[in-house]
Every structure is written in C-alpha cells, then in structure tokens.
C-alpha cells in the first residue's frame, strides 16, 4: 500500500536541486507473468524504506534564492501579476468569510497560507486541464476567471456558473478548462485519471492537473486513482497540498513515515515557495506529457484558516501555532520580498494596490448580491438533453405551489 509522501513539521528542510524520486528505487517494474519472473534472492528481508525525502526550495522566507540558477524565467509583468491576483484573492477570502458570517451567503472556505499555489499555472499549458478542490481559488484568477465570476456563483445569483443548483466556491469555467469543483472528497481524483487518458488517446500533448490535500489521500480513490494512472499511462499530475490537517485530523495521525509505490515520479516542495511550486510543475509536465505517465507533487504547506466556515479549528489545535506559522512562512510576503529585492515593488504599490483590489471585490460582491436568483425550471434541467415525463410533471407541481404562495418562496427574487 502507498503511503503518502510525509514529513515532520519539525524537521522540514530543503535541497539546492529539484530532485524526482524515481520508483525505480522500490523496483516496482511490473511482472509479465507471461513472460520472466522476477529476480530470484535467496536472502530473506524486508524491503526497507528510503530516508525521509527531502523538500526542494528555490526561494528562502526572505525572498532570496541563493542559487540563481534555479531563478524563474518568467518576464517580471507576469510575475507583477501573479502576485496581485495572490492579493485580491487574500481580500476576496477576507470579504466573503465575513459576508458568510453576516448570513448573505451559506458557506464558505478561503486559502489563506496556501496561495503559493498560484506558481502552478505559470508552467501549464491553456489547453492543460484543471481539477480543483476547494483551495485553489487563484488558479481560477491565473486562468482567467473573473471576480465578478466567482462572486456571482457564491452568491448562487443567475449569472453564476452553478445555477443555483451548486455550492459557493464550486467554481468551474469550461472554457478555461476549469473543471466545476465538487464537495465529495477525492471524487475529482479518479476524473482527473480519466480525462488525462483520453488526452493520451487523442494524441494530444496536453496533461491534466488535479489537486487534492493529504486528508483525501485516505480515501480508496486516491489509491485507485494512482493505480490506474500507473497501469494506464496517463499523463496525469497529482498535486497533494499537505497543509498539516484534513479538518481537525492532524497529518501524523494518518499515515506514517515516507514511502513510494504504484510506479509513479514523485517529487517533494516547499508549497509555500511560489518558485519551488513553478519548478516542480515545469518538470512535471514535461515529462508526463513526454512520457505519457503521472507525476505526483507533495507540497508541504501550512492551513491558516479554519476548515470552513462550518468549523473551529481552536479546539485542536492552539492560537500560537496559528500564529507562528503566519509569521514565520507566508506565501504572499515571500514573494513580495523577492519583487521588492528586484526593485519592482513598493510600499506605495503595496497600498494601492489592496485598495484597488479590496475595492473591486466589494464592488463585485455589492453587484452579485443584488442579481436575481436563476429561474426555477433550473431545479431541472442540464440532467438530461430534453426532460422526461417525470421531471416534466414535477416542474408543474413546483409551479403551482409557487404560484399559490408566492410571498413564501419570495418569487420576485428570481428570475422569470
């Protein structure tokens, strides 16, 4: 059985050199049984573990990365920008927890901590698809998703992506290859498979991302997910955000020490470090894309914010521990640092731009409240191609219940 890449929070550190953990180390080359047995020993022992896999860094928590070498090759415009999405969707996240809490919509989880994961789509392809799980909000920004696109689906308002038939953050864009996020855990794991093999059917040279955190590494899809990747060939790359806690289950109370299995390139990040993120996404996909076979990225991060907004993460773990890993690691301030030392970055520009950004989210946020809800035939169709007989006669008993208490279902609120 895998068990997932894992590492004590205490004994983190980084090597100069992006490193991909060949599974040839485990030897796990499968068995033709039709063909040669395996090597035969007459040595009787267990297969012994690797030492702990080391975490690659490029950048340090003072935005200096000491080997220029692994400097990003990327024009500073696209840098500029990528930081200021970071900032917007920190405002946007500090907006809507609050507008969650003051009831205007029904629930909500933010990034806060991870938002280094922004670097990933800096080495994708638009052709790449994406399977987001619920803390990847920028990479919708990077991709090109608007605010008022966002806003609109957490507020389930008619122009949102959902139609109402979604919760808030289920954000999707098929256009982008955005594929819509789902709350059932790991369920985008196995798609993500499925999708990158018709990739690889079509002979197309694109892959496909899918992001999941260690919690759902739990589940038998991640394990069935991986094997078949693996059996397959799918050009699939799995980004594990292990932000220390899958709800209130803290990471060393769900998997032991490191290991690798099922035959697939595995590589370990600082996934606060947005270069480290962009490095280790480049190599990636070039060589899923190349060799037809997944990759899986382990990022070592650290979950600010509570859960959701469904929880309260006080009550297992404490205040102070929050507190230094806020100080100590963030994603947002490392960058920043790093475009400051460049000379491209102020504190003036700091300012305005959380102005501007907090500005243009409170105006989206004001706009998509006040739209209408999407129309109630909604409730049923994009099920099947025309409705059957049966969704036909429920949809004329909603309307007659409506049309009897309209004040009740507040019919005005929607679209007619």
Known sequence: MLKLLAISRNSIYSTARLQVISSSLYSTKPINPKSARPEVTNELSFIKHLKQIPMYSVMDQDGIIKDKKNAPDLPKDLILSTYKNMLTINSMDQILYEAQRQGRISFYMTSFGEEAVAGLTLALNDQDN?????????????????????????????LGHGKGRQMPIHYGNKKLNLHTISSPLATQIPQAVGTAYAQKREGKKNCTVCFFGEGAASEGDFHAALNMSSTLGAPVIFYCRNNGYAISTPSSQQFKGDGISYGIESIRIDGNDIWAVYA???????????????VLIEAMTYRVSHHSTSDDSSAYRSK?????????????????????????????????????????????????????????????????????????????????LIDKYPDYYKINDFER
């Not at 994406?130 to 008619?158: D, K, T």
């Not at 731009?353 to 500005?359: L, Q």
């Not at 035939?377 to 049966?390: A, F, G, I, Q, W």
Request: hydrophobic content about 30%; some cysteine.
């Open 130 to 158: 994406i399977f987001s799980q619920y803390r990847e909000s920028v990479v919708f920004l990077q991709r090109g998703s608007s605010i008022e696109e966002l806003m609109n689906q957490c507020f389930s308002n008619h």
């Open 280 to 294: 280790s996404m480049k190599k990636a996909r070039e060589y899923a894309t190349t060799n037809n076979k997944p």
């Open 320 to 400: 102070k521990e929050v507190e230094d890993w806020s100080s100590r690691d963030n994603p947002i301030s490392r960058l920043r640092k790093y475009i400051e030392h460049n000379g491209w970055w102020t504190s003036a520009d700091e300012s305005s731009t959380k102005i501007e950004t907090r500005s243009a989210v409170l105006k989206a946020l004001t706009e998509a409240e006040m739209l209408k809800k999407p129309q109630i035939e909604n409730l049923y169709t994009d099920v099947y191609d025309e409705l059957t007989s049966n969704l036909k006669e429920q949809l004329l008993e909603t309307k007659k």
